[in-house]
């Protein structure tokens, strides 16, 4: 017998599948941005042809997610490293809506600046 | 005429189904109190765990609409979905029949994790002096109240991925002993609770400590073993 | 791989992550202040062209990242598809030096572009 989503229901759960996910799809994002940083190799003109590519509004909500991962990431990260490191302490919750937020106003703060 | 509830009872082994009874519903009503009158006025073969029924001895443990609880401290009432409850028996442990597991496993994985306290003094020794206020047996004090009823462990979706993975109880009892200062067999409890079947395999969901009927938080005793276990193979202890 | 091998590799990810929350977090300043407007190659390669200090900076990164990331995905794959033992850690492995040899060629070509 196994757990469905009634017994996952909950911050922590949401918290670790963000975490998971987040870490999955940036892994799968960095050869793309590897090889797209390579273009210079090829000259300046070569990543800059690239860099019009990406000015696509597709690409710039691309560019807005992936920011927001990476925010996520990060603070949920943090918060991992806070519970398994400092004496514990029940505002355990409280650091999933800082982590939250945090990635949020990543988000806005570079959505914004488009 | 009474108010009536649709429960929906798991039936059989690992393989089976959910077969649903009609209980009057009443006042202060308990989900074990449903589970007895159904196996003594609609089903007489329907088979479960209870003991104590008054939450001491984790017996009655099963789920209860997706969530592991006892089902002698959960009021019908605070549960229910409409009219309606589904009762299982606890995940990640062999299904024996109906709501009955076999606690083995769970049992087994405490002994694995080491949770027996080993001693060191023998009768001609005097009484050891453990303050109560000392940081260590805080540590241990804020796990101890543990009574294996195994909700944890059914909540547990590490246990679930991972087979062999001690699960939340075990490791909380060996955190407790870690820090217990009369214990002499610290270095085969780090390692009985090293590596990928052990604490560094959890994932803080918070399930166990989401469920634990007595408010104890397992994942806290694993980030504690976590911290001594890296911290002992760095130092070369282990 | 033996319990005290996974426990390193407990701490190799834990100590990479600290790395990079250092990284990460200049990375996402740099990047909400350096995106405004649009982003141009001369943009990028004015600031890291011949910088040693952007060099190590980015060095690090990678090396970081081919260390953390790698360490996840066997979680990942070992939970979900219940791979183990020399197959799972050589593949993992074989991403690592993956992202470690394509990330030191980026960095490379933006310190030589």
Redesign the interface.
């Known amino acids: 017998?196994?757990?469905?989503?009634?017994?996952?229901s909950?911050p922590?759960?949401w918290a670790?599948i963000v975490h998971?996910v987040s870490?999955?799809l940036?892994?799968l994002f960095?050869?793309f941005?590897?090889?797209a940083?390579?273009?210079?190799?090829n000259?300046?003109?070569a990543?800059?042809g690239f860099?019009r590519w990406?000015?696509q509004p597709l690409v710039k909500v691309a560019?807005i997610g992936l920011?927001v991962l990476?925010?996520a990431?990060?603070t949920g990260?943090?918060r991992?490293?806070a519970?398994?490191?400092l004496a514990?302490r029940d505002w355990?919750k409280t650091l999933i809506a800082i982590a939250a937020g945090l990635s949020v106003a990543?988000g806005l703060?570079?959505a914004l600046?488009? | 005429m009474t108010d009536m509830l649709k429960v929906s009872i798991w039936r059989g082994r690992e393989d089976g189904a959910l077969q649903t009874f009609d209980v009057p519903r009443r006042d202060n009503q308990t989900v074990l109190d449903v589970v007895t009158y159904i196996q003594r006025s609609l089903d007489p073969t329907l088979s479960y765990r209870f003991s104590c029924r008054v939450g001491m001895c984790g017996s009655c443990a099963m789920q209860v609409n997706g969530r592991a609880r006892w089902t002698c401290r959960t009021h019908v009432s605070k549960v229910v979905d409409g009219d309606a409850l589904e009762i299982r028996p606890l995940s990640n442990l062999p299904v024996v029949k109906d709501l009955v597991t076999d606690m083995a496993p769970f049992f087994d994985k405490w002994a694995q994790a080491k949770g027996q306290f080993k001693g060191t003094a023998t009768r001609k020794d005097d009484f050891a002096r453990v303050s109560p206020d000392s940081p260590m047996r805080r540590l241990a004090n804020a796990a101890i109240e543990c009574i294996g009823c195994g909700v944890c462990y059914s909540a547990c979706d590490v246990v679930s991925w991972k087979p062999d993975y001690l699960g939340p109880a075990a490791m909380n009892r060996a955190w407790t002993l870690i820090n217990d200062e009369r214990d002499g067999a610290r270095r085969e409890r780090l390692e009985a609770v090293a590596g990928d079947a052990g604490c560094h395999a959890c994932h803080t969901h918070m399930s166990c400590t989401e469920q634990c009927p007595k408010q104890l938080s397992p994942t806290a005793s694993i980030a504690g073993l976590k911290r001594t276990v890296a911290g002992a193979v760095l130092k070369g202890e282990l | 791989m033996s319990a005290r091998a996974q426990v390193w590799l407990w701490i190799a990810q834990r100590a990479s992550a600290a790395v990079l929350a250092l990284c990460v977090l200049v990375h996402l300043v740099l990047m909400i202040y350096a995106v405004r407007g649009g982003l141009s190659a001369g943009e990028i390669l004015g600031r890291t062209r011949g910088s040693v200090g952007w060099l190590a900076f980015y060095g690090v990164f990678v090396a970081a990242v081919a260390v953390h990331g790698p360490i996840g995905l066997r979680n990942i794959l070992t939970e979900t598809f219940g791979w183990r033992g020399a197959g799972l850690n050589l593949g993992v492995g074989v991403v690592g030096v993956a992202l470690l040899f394509w990330g030191g060629r980026a960095v490379f070509a933006v310190f030589t572009g």
């Open positions: 017998m196994r757990n469905d989503a009634r017994a996952r909950h922590s759960y670790f998971r870490g999955l940036l892994t960095l050869p941005h590897f090889w940083l390579g273009q210079a190799l000259g300046e003109a990543l800059d860099l990406t000015s560019e920011v990476l925010a990431h990060l990260g943090l991992l490293l519970l398994e490191f514990w355990a990543a703060a570079f600046g488009l």
